[in-house]
């Protein structure tokens, strides 16, 4: 069920909160954030799709973000992100991204490193809490009278995203939810999930990513330097291999050369010989 709470002295349609619940999912990525201590992770995903019919008979167009994003860029506030849509209750993150994609209306947020914050980080983490509601101010749309379906065309505010606990839309699910690692071992798994063996994940739990980024470049520098001396090696090897052919060519050639003097003077030799018997 929508639920639509009217602002003090109005009654329009257009001037109703509409409040929308949707879905998403968990999946645990490594964290790599500035100022870490002020928050203990951070999430992104869908807290709206785009196109499909809620549980509230109600189905958001796409663009209809717009508006609201565009008094967001303004005012340069974003929405609050409030627990079951109680602001009275301490807040446990932030939103630091709010945008429209093709799917739908894109966030990206923080758990704040408060006792809240970790606290709403566990549920997410552990799907205690698997939901997102979003409170919005509705600008123009459409009724269809047969089926009962809302497009909203427009949405010209949004004050506020909510964690809670039941869905309205369950097509709009979360991307990741990202954590700071609490030990050694949690960041070896984080590190080994996201590609990085053993070895290099010890590598940079002992000796820091720039050390083991330092020896790998050192890795590299040595294989660069170890093909290289192959090269010049073998073209050592080609030119020695030319220089001992040029040599047996010329000791060839002085061969034949004498071989060739012999065989004149043995011919000049037995000339001789014969003129001599001759008389």
């Known amino acids: 069920m929508v639920l639509e709470i009217k602002n003090e002295g109005k ?23 500035e100022n870490s201590n002020l928050y203990v992770g951070s999430f992104s995903g869908l807290a709206s799709t785009f196109g499909n019919v809620d549980l509230g008979d109600d189905i958001i167009q796409q663009g209809a973000f717009k508006p609201a994003i565009k008094v ?10 409030l627990m079951q849509h109680n602001s009275r ?31 709403l980080r566990v549920e997410v983490m552990t799907g205690a809490i698997s939901d997102f509601s979003i409170g919005f101010r509705i600008g123009k749309y459409e009724m269809d009278e047969e089926t009962g ?4 065309i427009e949405i010209r505010e949004l004050p506020e995203i909510s964690f809670v606990t039941f869905p309205m839309n369950p097509e709009a699910n979360i991307l990741d939810a990202k954590s700071r690692p609490e030990n050694e071992r949690d960041f070896e798994k984080l590190l080994r999930d996201n590609g990085y063996s053993r070895d290099e ?61 012999y065989a004149e003077f043995a011919e000049s030799f037995n000339k001789i010989i014969k003129e001599l018997k001759g008389k």
Do not use: C, H, W, Y
């Not at 001037?15 to 949707?22: A, G, H, P, T, Y």
């Not at 932030?94 to 758990?111: D, P």
């Open 89 to 119: 209750q301490d807040q446990g993150a932030i939103f630091t991204t709010v945008k429209e994609t093709a799917e739908g209306l894109f966030v990206e947020g923080k758990f704040i490193n408060t006792d809240r914050g970790k606290n």
């Open 149 to 152: 379906v809302r497009t909203i």
């Open 72 to 81: 967001m860029d303004k005012t340069g506030k974003l929405p609050k992100a």
């Open 201 to 261: 994940a010890k590598g940079i739990i002992s000796k820091g990513l720039k050390a083991l980024q330092r020896d790998a470049e050192g890795d590299k520098q040595r294989e660069a330097e170890e093909k290289q001396k192959e090269i010049d090696d073998k073209k050592a090897e080609e030119a020695k291999a030319a220089e001992e052919a040029e040599e047996t060519k010329k000791a060839n050639e002085a061969k034949a050369a004498k071989e060739a003097k």
């Open 11 to 33: 009654n329009k349609d257009t001037d109703l909160i509409v409040r929308k619940q949707v879905s998403f999912e968990i999946k645990t990525v490594e964290e790599k954030e």
